[in-house]
């Protein structure tokens, strides 16, 4: 079964590894994917050359939506497996601006995963 990812035609930002997409169940304004060309589950798989390749995607897209959106902050995360809620098991990066008081307490960020382990 082929990547619902690699279906997307309208890329923010595209380098030899990979490319960028909005997210489709955006959870904020500007939530984006970064996505390796290459199809594979998991982020340890990642070849040096994709992760240099991907991380240079990240910044370039931090630096975008910081100017398109002006974020307060954001979250960098990836889900890898089926136990840490991973889906589409074609690996990716999801870079998620977060605003000032768009949840009532943002201590702890991604360690709420696992509800009442945030707040610590």
Do not use: W
Not at 24 to 44: M, N, Q, T, W
Not at 46 to 68: A, V
Request: net charge positive; aromatic share 14%; hydrophobic share 30%.
């Amino acid at each position: 079964m082929s990547s619902p990812f690699l279906e997307v035609k309208e890329r923010i930002f595209e380098n030899s590894v990979g490319f960028v997409i909005y997210d489709k169940f955006a959870v904020s304004k500007g939530h984006c994917l970064i996505i390796p060309k290459r199809e594979y589950p998991d982020y340890f798989e990642s070849t040096d050359e994709e992760i240099i390749g991907l991380n240079k995607l990240l910044f370039q897209t931090r630096k975008y939506l910081k100017k398109k959106y002006n974020p307060d902050g954001f979250n960098v995360g990836i889900n890898s497996g089926e136990y840490a809620g991973q889906t589409v098991f074609h690996m990716h990066i999801h870079l998620i601006p977060r605003y000032k008081n768009d949840v009532e307490n943002p201590r702890g960020g991604v360690r709420n995963v696992i509800p009442g382990k945030g707040d610590y």
